[in-house]
Nanobody
Framework: VQLVESGGGLVQAGGSLRLSCAAS????????MGWFRQAPGKEREFVAG????????YYADSVKGRFTISREKAKNTVHLQMISLRPEDTAVYYC???????????????????WGQGTQVTVSS
């Protein structure tokens, strides 16, 4: 599975951005997809996840009510709509795909198998 993110950029605090991630290859094997982020000097953290079939969604507490993950199954694409952005949201955002392997807990960011190259999101104060 190959993943390509797009939509990052520079935005002022309070603004919005929409990230997209296009999957290709063995997309029929995708069980869930998620977004992660990594700020400079910090660990990568789970942001949001969505089950590919049912569309169930899970979010990190830090983004609940501000970020929305969605998927377009026909286009093998997942989106992350971000509103009310804050400077602390600044990070490289990564898309990831989970194949549902044993022990996977996609809803809390564990067990993802494939990763995109990342897209930079910068929120200025």
């Amino acid at each position: 599975v190959q993943l390509v993110e797009s939509g990052g950029g520079l935005v002022q605090a309070g603004g919005s951005l929409r990230l997209s991630c296009a999957a290709s290859g063995r997309t029929f094997s995708i069980y869930a997809m998620g977004w992660f982020r990594q700020a400079p000097g910090k660990e990568r953290e789970f942001v949001a996840g969505i089950s590919w079939t049912g569309g169930s969604t899970y979010y990190a507490d830090s983004v609940k009510g501000r970020f929305t993950i969605s998927r377009e199954k026909a286009k093998n694409t997942v989106h992350l709509q971000m509103i009310s952005l804050r400077p602390e949201d600044t990070a490289v955002y990564y898309c990831a795909a989970d194949l549902g392997s044993y022990g996977s807990r996609w809803y809390v960011g564990i067990g993802y198998d494939y990763w995109g190259q990342g897209t930079q999101v910068t929120v200025s104060s």
